[in-house]
């Protein structure tokens, strides 16, 4: 479907109707749905919902459509987003000196499984700068020492401002953000390499080893001010057995990180992911 | 959520608003819709929902709602369905000689994992009668041979309208069904001891050893007159290695027919799966 | 293969020769060596092996083999164990309330699946007598209360005792065992129902909801002093959605438990399971 | 481990004393055996085995030691290989128009996971001579048509000679190989992206698809004459629902691909595959 579409994501308080009031706000301005999908999280007491519509034959202008979707969500005590299909966002990829997640993004970038443009690479590294220039993008490396840190996150900031990015992806960054940070900038999504909540923090497959496990795992979040304890996107797992040195296991982790992150960005860049509490619907 | 739901399962033609219209009638009638999922195959053309909810203050008598909902549906020329939760269907379970599915889908019907009675197992050999008794379930022995098969499946049909069956559970059965047979009775689960289409047919555990596959799987699916080729519901796979014999495979395989089994099982009598051509939407 | 044999689970420091010294002392006594899976831990300079031979055509009668492989395995500092495959080994299976894993383990038994005896049940409630009356297994209802433990504890030894039990299963016991105990049997397989370590301790499912996890799992290991940081065995998982309840988990999760824990005793009844530190080398 | 060891890939027809008399060629010539795993293939009659040891006081020249262990396989009718972890192999990358495979192997090249050269790629399609530009990898484009195949062919085996190419990768070269190429340059990786033996030959997804399975997957195998059918080293599977269209099938197997093809190449390289009949050991 490459025609251009709108998408609602919407969060509010269960109650009778909302199905039908969200459907007859496209219907009645005749729009043609062509992804609808609702969740309700009883224990919550919250409706969920996902709704994606064709632009073409839609009624309302675009710059109508808030306002006007805004009276019905309003007495409904609704939180919601909209987002259009043809609007393409803008991602800032951080590396620190691995380079396999970083070479998967462009290439799904590339090959358009990827809907968004990579104009920026940040990285505390100068490592991977012949990558960037490669493929074109700016590369900016900004060391990080814990004196530093603040000054060089106020520099962070002015890139993604400079940059005009919507998206943060964190792929094997490697560093903490600071709560200031995520607090002026909240759109980031971390890969961490491991089952969370197992192993959080440094080494998680060094532990893993050390622990005897039998399978691995890799993990796409939110970042919020805890670590590793943002909203989980996606969780994929390999096995593993006795056979397998640490060197092994990170060299599997590779493969999961890869594809985990992967998936997560592709489904946040669709609008298929709803955070609620420390939860996330993903209506995939 | 165990208060008595309603449950529309509905199939057609794609045109605008049909969420809407689905939704208001549901709405207009005072209820509450706990579960709606749809989904749109563009290359079939086709609308595909469920929609479940209370029945505890919805306007309309059970009776009617039938009714009702037929003046909207005929005019989309949809396909659709409807079910109430608190009718219990009725399964019959066929077997050969193999206890394990048998055992599994008993012990989760008793565990309340799958809503329905079993009150009725029929099987071409007398070997798990003891099975039947221990539990107080009917077994009736139908041997089957070339010559006495339209007979047996005679009294067959008939078995299933004296215990009232609803769904019949092939649980390892190991017979073709007539065609006949399935267009009389046409509800049939079955569990294939394969990943389809790969080994259709007799032996498929043999023939994988010998293809040397790494992987096997089960596939749970409808039955219809060409054997094997029915709707998917579920399947699953497991890893197998040159170290694993064809006794192996077997035993690995049966850990999953368990479970593929009574994943499509518990699908089907929560009204989630719709068929449409030989395809499913499973609504999970 | 169901001609007896005898299986040397090995591990000592790694040199030179050790695959020479081992595999010589089976073939200079006239010994058919039918599996032999050998590992080496560099990081530990472990070298691990397990060999399985048949009796028949074997020189050495049977009390005279763990004497004669003495005298190789001293000198190189090696631990080791000798089992006959035509020993039957005695299971006591422990339980609360919950009745899928006992199920799990009686039917494989009972199939052939384990080859083992399961002579006793021990239980802390009353509830699940009627299965060992079904099967003709011996139930033995122990309460346990803080103040009771030391003496109940002191029973249960009794008991394993008594039926000469070589193998404890705590097939969802959910009483965590005093050291005590654990130091005079320490033979005992543990399922929890989480993918360790993650949500160790109670209420794993609950915690895995509230953390938002895409995937869940279970883990069977060795009991140790250290509530559920014993050495693992067998890990699986299986994915879940938003749209997952708690109680969802919880049935997903008895799928698991039933097949890893099964498959974990499965390996240790076939000696194929070698503890070393806190980790498992499975001779699968 | 990077120092320089040998490896032995052997088959024979199972007897007493092999595990003894392999361990004993290294352990009498002073070799320390650091890898050694066995499988006895009853139902073939067939000891396989592998054997990798350190060359470092290896009392033995290495252009002494295929004689020295060939007067102990000549006797036992043996078939065995020889190879040296220090000798790189040299790969050929046969691609169409898709880069995924492509991009993958050289980044696996590239980061050390794979150890081999990879001097040479061919196309039946120009479009990918950029990705050879930029690594630096000879790009040769002979398109195929069936009168002009025979003359192709020989140009292909021409270049293998020249580059001096131990393995061909066809990573989506989506064309036939003829039976007298593989006759003179039999080893050869393909992947195919199904999980074999359902869908062999054209078009996997869009069969997959039109069948409605809920797993799609892909095959890693050694290309023989009968198409799609020769032994299998790896596979794996992804689930798929409903809402996945062909385009997101071919999108989801893109992933399986990649790593399924890696991880068989991997194997190979590390002498780890042993074929036998129409099947694959894998010491993994």
């Given at each position: 479907?490459?025609?251009?579409?709108?998408?609602?994501l919407?969060?509010?308080?269960?109650?009778?109707?909302?199905?039908?009031?969200?459907?007859?706000?496209?219907?009645?301005?005749?729009?043609?749905?062509?992804?609808?999908?609702?969740?309700?999280?009883?224990?919550?007491?919250?409706?969920?919902?996902?709704?994606?519509?064709?632009?073409?034959?839609?009624?309302?202008?675009?710059?109508?459509?808030?306002?006007?979707?805004?009276?019905?969500?309003?007495?409904?005590?609704?939180?919601w987003q909209l987002h259009?299909?043809?609007?393409?966002?803008?991602?800032?990829?951080?590396?620190?000196?691995?380079?396999?997640?970083?070479?998967?993004?462009?290439?799904?970038?590339?090959?358009?499984?990827?809907?968004?443009?990579?104009?920026?690479?940040?990285?505390?590294?100068?490592?991977?700068?012949?990558?960037?220039?490669?493929?074109?993008?700016?590369?900016?490396?900004?060391?990080?020492?814990?004196?530093?840190?603040?000054?060089?996150?106020?520099?962070?900031?002015?890139?993604?401002?400079?940059?005009?990015?919507?998206?943060?992806?964190?792929?094997?960054?490697?560093?903490?953000?600071?709560?200031?940070?995520?607090?002026?900038?909240?759109?980031?999504?971390?890969?961490?390499?491991?089952?969370?909540?197992?192993?959080?923090?440094?080494?998680?497959?060094?532990?893993?080893?050390?622990?005897?496990?039998?399978?691995?795992?890799?993990?796409?979040?939110?970042?919020?001010?805890?670590?590793?304890?943002?909203?989980?996107?996606?969780?994929?797992?390999?096995?593993?057995?006795?056979?397998?040195?640490?060197?092994?296991?990170?060299?599997?982790?590779?493969?999961?990180?890869?594809?985990?992150?992967?998936?997560?960005?592709?489904?946040?860049?669709?609008?298929?992911?709803?955070?609620?509490?420390?939860?996330?619907?993903?209506?995939?």
């Open positions: 479907m490459n025609r251009p579409t709108a998408t609602l919407i969060s509010c308080p269960d109650q009778k109707g909302l199905v039908a009031k969200f459907a007859n706000f496209i219907y009645s301005n005749g729009g043609n749905i062509i992804h609808a999908d609702q969740h309700t999280d009883f224990s919550a007491g919250l409706f969920l919902t996902r709704i994606e519509w064709e632009l073409e034959g839609f009624n309302l202008p675009r710059d109508i459509i808030s306002a006007a979707f805004g009276s019905i969500a309003q007495p409904l005590n609704a939180q259009f299909s043809d609007q393409t966002p803008r991602i800032a990829v951080w590396v620190s000196r691995q380079d396999h997640c970083l070479f998967d993004l462009i290439w799904r970038q590339r090959s358009q499984e990827l809907r968004a443009e990579i104009p920026l690479i940040i990285s505390n590294h100068p490592h991977l700068q012949g990558i960037a220039e490669q493929f074109g993008i700016a590369y900016h490396h900004i060391p990080i020492t814990p004196d530093t840190k603040p000054d060089q996150e106020a520099k962070q900031l002015k890139l993604l401002q400079q940059y005009q990015i919507d998206l943060v992806v964190l792929a094997k960054y490697m560093q903490v953000l600071s709560s200031d940070f995520i607090a002026q900038f909240p759109r980031i999504i971390n890969i961490h390499h491991s089952f969370l909540p197992a192993f959080p923090g440094a080494n998680p497959y060094h532990r893993a080893y050390d622990r005897g496990v039998k399978i691995i795992g890799a993990t796409a979040h939110y970042v919020t001010q805890d670590l590793d304890e943002g909203p989980i996107i996606e969780q994929d797992v390999v096995r593993v057995s006795h056979r397998d040195q640490v060197d092994d296991l990170i060299r599997k982790g590779k493969d999961l990180e890869r594809v985990v992150l992967a998936r997560a960005v592709r489904l946040h860049l669709q609008n298929r992911v709803l955070v609620y509490g420390n939860r996330t619907a993903v209506f995939a």
